[in-house]
């Protein structure tokens, strides 16, 4: 009996030992992330309803490259930060307020982004004072899909 004992605690230690992978069928999220550079001359003037007098970056296909399937808009989790200008690397997610001083004058601008399927746009409104242009010359954004 104790020889029998000892052979099932044996084999049972033994077995233990062995990793077996019970999980088969388990799904790992897949991550894309899309860095997008906008210079000044690249934001376009547009005026409606939603967003009123304001710039927009239709960010183009070939940056997109089919990354923002239909299954990843419906399903997937879309989020898109702004790189601080501080040389750190920070991000700061979108929607994002940014504050400069010309001249004395404090001003504003506030940037968005917009999803659907095969199109991200960036939008950036300034306060509401007049301003001509985008202040900055060059706005840089990372996306990142999580589905």
Not at 31 to 36: A, C, K, L, W, Y
Not at 39 to 51: A, V
Not at 69 to 94: H, W
Not at 117 to 136: C, G, S, T, Y
Request: aromatic share 16%; hydrophobic share 45%; glycine share 4%.
């Amino acid at each position: 009996m104790k020889k029998l004992i000892f052979i099932a605690v044996a084999v049972l230690m033994l077995s233990s030992c062995v990793r077996d992978n019970f999980i088969t069928n388990y799904v790992e999220p897949l991550v894309e992330t899309i860095p997008v550079t906008v210079l000044r001359h690249q934001w376009q003037q547009g005026n409606n309803e939603t967003h009123g007098v304001h710039y927009f970056f239709d960010v183009p296909n070939n940056i997109i490259n089919g990354r923002l399937t239909n299954e990843v808009f419906r399903y997937g989790i879309m989020q898109a930060f702004a790189l601080n200008r501080d040389g750190l690397g920070r991000k700061s997610p979108l929607p994002f307020s940014d504050f400069f001083v010309e001249n004395g004058v404090r001003w504003e601008e506030h940037i968005t982004v917009e999803f659907a399927p095969q199109r991200i746009i960036f939008i950036l409104k300034n306060d509401d004072q007049v301003f001509e242009q985008p202040f900055f010359d060059e706005y840089r954004f990372v996306v990142r899909f999580l589905w």
